[in-house]
T-cell receptor, first 112, second 114 residues
Framework: EPEVTQTPSHQVTQMGQEVILRCVPI?????FYWYRQILGQKVEFLVS????????KSEIFDDQFSVERPDGSNFTLKIRSTKLEDSAMYFC??????????FGPGTRLLVL | KNQVEQSPQSLIILEGKNCTLQ??????????LRWYKQDTGRGPVSLTI?????NTKSNGRYTATLDADTKQSSLHITASQLSDSASYIC?????????????FGTGTKLQVIP
């Protein structure tokens, strides 16, 4: 069964460094999402992406964040200058035209 | 403000027993409600999805109900197994021109013990 994949599974970075989190959505899906989950807290929506542009973003998704679909298969989340509070699990999700979003396994980001 | 509240926050039950998890929401306009199971350190996995017109939906030992008038949903787990230990998250969606804005609940952490 096709699934969403994410790399890396874990990343440790220094505060102020740039990180790029990668996702490969399910191949025929059209809508893409990034979420984050701070340890012990609920999942939070970051951004949705459709037709090569951001369709919606939350207040969390400030100028430090950007998304890109560079080659038609990957979907990336870039954090330009990481802060301690960016430490979280980041989930990518994708969906076709229907209702169900399929989540990836997540990337655990730790900012020191 | 769109909110999704779940109760209880955590629950411990004996293997083989049934349990019911609750979800109340204030999201509007409502599109659909989904229950997800999230194992520790993993991404959420969809269990059921219900639209406005559906009152109940089953997926194996999981049965979800929806009362769109009172904006309440429940997830009933029958004959629990140790592998049911996870967080169960209620997620309510609004359609924004097809882009599906979602609000996640706080989750119920279920532990099934032998």
């Amino acid at each position: 069964e096709p699934e969403v994949t994410q790399t890396p599974s874990h990343q440790v970075t220094q505060m102020g460094q740039e990180v790029i989190l990668r996702c490969v959505p399910i191949s025929n899906h059209l809508y893409f999402y990034w979420y984050r989950q701070i340890l012990g807290q609920k999942v939070e929506f970051l951004v949705s992406f459709y037709n090569n542009e951001i369709s919606e973003k939350s207040e969390i998704f400030d100028d430090q964040f950007s998304v890109e679909r560079p080659d038609g298969s990957n979907f990336t989340l870039k954090i330009r200058s990481t802060k301690l509070e960016d430490s979280a699990m980041y989930f990518c999700a994708s969906k076709a035209g229907g209702e169900t979003q399929y989540f990836g396994p997540g990337t655990r980001l730790l900012v020191l | 403000k769109n909110q999704v509240e779940q109760s209880p926050q955590s629950l411990i039950i004996l293997e083989g027993k049934n349990c019911t998890l609750q979800c109340n929401y204030t999201v509007s306009p409502f599109s659909n409600l989904r229950w997800y199971k999230q194992d520790t350190g993993r991404g959420p996995v969809s269990l059921t999805i219900m639209t406005f017109s559906e009152n109940t939906k089953s997926n194996g030992r999981y049965t979800a109900t929806l009362d769109a008038d009172t904006k309440q949903s429940s997830l009933h787990i029958t004959a629990s197994q140790l592998s049911d230990s996870a967080s169960y998250i209620c997620v309510v969606s609004q359609n924004s021109g097809g882009y599906q804005k979602v609000t996640f609940g706080t989750g119920t952490k279920l532990q099934v013990i032998p």
